[in-house]
């Protein structure tokens, strides 16, 4: 039997008038945003109307791509479209609208706008604001199919795993809401003073909304645990402590139903025999690659050499963006390229 292999792009699935989500994502400092930031830039100069978000709180995607990047999409360059979801600002103009709302409120409707104000407060302080917000935008754009393709420039493994459970989280809250309401009845009232929801539930607008968001949810579930149409790209370096990490990382994303259909190997080493130092680290480095190789024996592996300075700005990601998916070499790491 032929045994065929495929190119590192070929990994690429694209679906007529349906969004391809792609996940970059691993331990921090691995260079998360400058693979996805090249993955965006290539796939948008193959023609495809590409979305790359910042998931990442600390936000380096502008940085990156040395352009202003904003809460909205914005085009950055033809085909490619930006954005760094901030979390404050999502919960700013859920205030606004809020207080824009008790202009024309009054007695308990006032009351429950106040509660609400306040849950959001709390809300916006908490930990997991920025995941919050992150999956919102995930559920705008997942429902729109506006983009041939979104790249997720995710935060640190923990953060990442935590947005995707989202789905799980959100799905029980608005289930339990609904069911809690039917099956209590009339009882509900009086315990309305302790779970809010209770009032909200009463109202058929507030009712609808929530049975729309949780079909919303029902299908991010979905679209999350299709591999035809959302994969997760694992980043490590060399080093056992990103290998182990993403081992763990990869187990839990199985338990999401995410597929991890590849994972590429950044800062890779050329051996450079007259440096003592820089030929020991090639050594070591060749032990971490085959210790992957036996980590991720079902995921496709690729490397990306270390360049001699920072990776950034886009002509210098689309280098790394060919090397990687079109198998150019990188002329730039010779033995007299490295200087220490």
Known sequence: MEVIFLAFKDYFKFNKDKTTFIFVGGKGGVGKTSISSATALWLAEQGKKTLIVSTDPAH??????????????????????????????????????????????????????????????????????????????????????????????????????????????????????????????????????????????????TAEDLKRTKEQIDEAKKVLADSDRTTFKMVVIPEEMSIYESERALEALGKHDITVDSVIVNQ????????????????????????IDQKFPNQHVAEVPLFKDEVKGQEKLLKLAHILYDDEDNDEVTQEAIQL
Request: contains cysteine; glycine residues 4%; proline residues 5%.
């Open 60 to 205: 380096s995607l502008s940085d990156s791509l040395e352009v202003p990047i904003g809460h909205y999409p914005r085009e950055i360059k033809s085909n490619l479209y930006a954005v760094e979801i901030d979390p404050d600002e999502a919960m700013a103009e859920k205030q606004t609208a809020l207080e824009a709302q008790k202009d024309t409120a009054s007695g308990d409707m006032l009351g429950g706008l106040d509660f609400l104000t306040d849950q959001m407060d709390l809300a916006s302080s908490s930990p997991g604001a920025d995941e919050i917000a992150a999956f919102e935008v995930f559920l705008s754009v997942m429902t729109s199919n506006e983009y041939d393709v979104v790249v997720f420039d995710t935060a640190p493994t923990g953060h990442t795993l935590r947005l995707l459970s989202f789905p799980e989280v959100m799905d029980s809250w608005v289930g339990k809401a609904m069911m809690a309401k039917a099956k209590l009845g009339s009882v509900a009232n009086s315990l309305k003073n302790i779970m809010p929801f209770m009032d909200a539930v009463d109202d058929p607008q």
């Open 268 to 291: 890779v080493m050329p051996d450079i025999c007259d440096c003592e130092f820089c030929h020991s680290r090639h050594k070591l480095q060749q032990k971490r690659l085959a210790l």
